[in-house]
């Protein structure tokens, strides 16, 4: 957790000297005294101070909890980047592929990744899942989910 | 503010409409199924949920979203009793008490008790939030900017102390919690903050999208870095209620943790994770047979299950009469009273008072609910618990995603769900509590636009702050309290080690007849 917490520190303190920077450009207000960059100074200074006091107690040892390290031959450490890169791909076809086509092949190589090697449960599931939160989504709430390639179909 | 009895009794005569009753039914069922599964929280279950009161009436939707509540807290007893693994944070304590029972063939006899304490809890939780958060908001109509300063002070101040086992990441979260709410236009003044330009940042992160991001998302990433094996389930549950001899066994119990549970969730900031450990502390230390806790005591399993579910009706009393949620839970339901255009505080029992005891009447029948449909679907919410995660982990991640875009169709939404459910998972696992953020969210601009406020109305005179007792008074208990917390921190946190150990060597057991 030592390294965890050093790093964690750093960014503390990154963001917070960022948005201090970022405030003194923000205007003065001479009626009220305090202006639009008065909270987050004060907020950016409190995330410093225990930041600072992370970094602190990481280098004199006083660590709390254990974490395992992230090992690229661990499986699960595969999978969960295979689902980041996935999940980022699902954002950016969202719109343009639609919410059907995209939500079926994203089900489907998700499970696969996940292990599931069942053919009846990769072909039904991917399709009903899909299917059955358009149909709560767009037929019973009337909400609009991006139709895509399949627009001329749904309309 | 006098209870209106005439229109208590219209607001049942609402909630005992055929709609209003199949959605409390679905959330319950819907809360159940969450709540038993491991890693899923009612958090995540009533975040996950709240697109689907998008364009129904309010009544409707809230409705559905006490009934999850409610059946999110018991579900978490299932897995807990069943597998030795609490569906929720707040079975953790059940589990003591719950597998050991499991273990000796009284799987049935834990469910059924485990069943009627959250129902009991349940329904003295909804009593007590039925009398007092008229009393609180009547109290809460003087309130002006200063006071709200104040509240929103000791809100942050006791959210602060009680958050994770390292005092200084509970303070970091809420900090970073606190800056993220700056970011978008100045409350006062309308400059725009942090935003980089973009116009999808002008009105700040979008609440609904952030709290699917860091309470569902997360989760995603987290279950896809296990290993997925799923237990099986070759309990005999063959009791829907418990005995008499057993209610009367328990009934001290069932009693104190209520109030307890009801007490600790009114506290801002503090769970069902909590109050049930609280009262499973205090059940074991008033037993006249303390060493037979770990072993299967019944009293110790009603008594944390009890709580949990009574913590629900306490985490709605400031939420109603103050605008400040109790727990995470309400911080997100917070969300869904505003896209309903109700803005919860004293004003709401001016403006809605017909919704509050709307509220206040679902909040009773959804305990009702989730006691028949926990009887009924015993069986079948046990095996529930087997569900394939190969299938539920990505299904999660669609309806998330698909709930976040849903409001207002904005594919800004989506990444800004993405980008808080990778936050989410990495404070999780470098031990930064979450539940900071989800309430710095809330809190933060309200004590920032009141400060500022009360400041435009002294001219820049700070001494302002200091002309109201109310407003004096919270700011000395929030010194007293984050003074309190620090002092105490260490004791707690030993005290905590000390169950976790107690969690851990339960856990730790070989199982035997209930799960293999």
Known sequence: ????????????????????????????????????????????????????????????????????????????????????????????????????????????????????????????????????????????????????VLVSILG | ??????????????????????????????????????????????????????????????????????????????????????????AAATVLEGYPMAKRGEAGRAMAMALFASFFGGVVGAVIMTLASPLVSSFALRFGPVEYFGLALFGLSVIISISGRSLIKGFMSAFFGLLICTIGFDPISGFPR?????????????????????????????????????????????????????????????????????????????????????????????????????????EGLAASECANNSCQGGAMIPLLSLGVPGDAVTAVLLGAFTIQGLQPGPLLYTEHIDIVYQIFASMMVAQFAMQFIGMAGIQLFARVIMVDRSILTPAIFVMAMVGAFAMRSNIFD??????FGMIGFLMMRYDFPLSPILLALILGPMAEANLRRAMVMSGGEWSILVTSPIAVTMMVLAVVSLFLSIRKHNQVEAKLAEMEEAFEKTIGEQPAGAGA
């Not at chain 1, 964690?8 to 450009?25: K, L, R």
């Not at chain 1, 992230?70 to 950016?92: E, H, T």
């Not at chain 2, 989506?414 to 980008?419: C, D, F, G, I, S």
């Open chain 1, 1 to 148: 957790m030592k390294q965890a917490d050093l790093v964690s520190g750093g960014i503390g303190v990154a963001i917070g000297a960022y948005a201090i920077w970022d405030a003194q450009h923000m205007p003065e207000d001479v009626v009220m005294k305090i202006g639009p960059g008065f909270f987050p100074t004060i907020l950016a200074g409190g995330l410093i101070i225990f930041s600072l006091a992370l970094i602190f107690n990481a280098l004199r040892g006083r660590s709390k909890g254990s974490v395992e390290r992230l090992r690229w031959s661990d499986p699960g450490v595969r999978k969960g980047l295979f689902l980041l890169v996935a999940a980022a791909l699902f954002c950016a076809v969202l719109k343009p592929l639609g919410f059907i086509p995209t939500a079926i092949i994203f089900m489907l190589v998700m499970m696969l990744v996940l292990g599931n090697r069942k053919p009846l449960a990769l072909t039904l599931a991917p399709l009903i899942v899909t299917l059955g939160v358009w149909a709560i989504f767009e037929k019973l709430l009337h909400l609009n989910l991006p139709a895509g």
């Open chain 2, 1 to 90: 503010m006098d209870i209106n009895w005439g229109l208590m009794a219209s607001s049942y005569g609402a909630v005992f409409t055929p709609s209003v009753m199949l959605l409390i039914a679905v959330g319950v069922t819907a809360g159940i199924v969450i709540g038993a599964l491991p890693g899923l929280t009612a958090t995540m279950g009533v975040a996950l949920l709240v697109p689907l009161t998008f364009g129904r009436p309010p009544l409707e939707s809230l409705s559905m979203l006490m009934g999850i509540y409610a059946g999110a807290m018991y579900g978490g007893a299932i897995s807990a009793i069943l597998i030795r693994t609490p569906g929720t944070p707040a």
């Open chain 2, 194 to 298: 942090y935003t980089f330009g973009a116009m999808e940042m002008m009105e700040g992160p979008p609440f609904i999208p952030t709290l699917i991001g860091l309470f569902a998302v997360s989760e995603v990433f987290n279950e896809s870095l296990k290993s997925g094996v799923v237990k099986s389930i070759t309990a005999k549950l063959d009791q829907y209620l418990p005995s008499w001899a057993d209610i009367k066994y328990c009934f001290k119990e069932l009693c104190r943790s209520s109030v307890i549970g009801t007490i600790v969730g009114a506290i801002p900031g503090a769970g069902g994770d909590i109050a049930s450990f609280i009262s499973y502390g205090e059940a074991k230390r008033a037993s006249k047979n303390p060493e037979l806790y770990g072993k299967g005591q019944i």
């Open chain 2, 414 to 419: 989506v990444y800004t769900t993405l980008a």
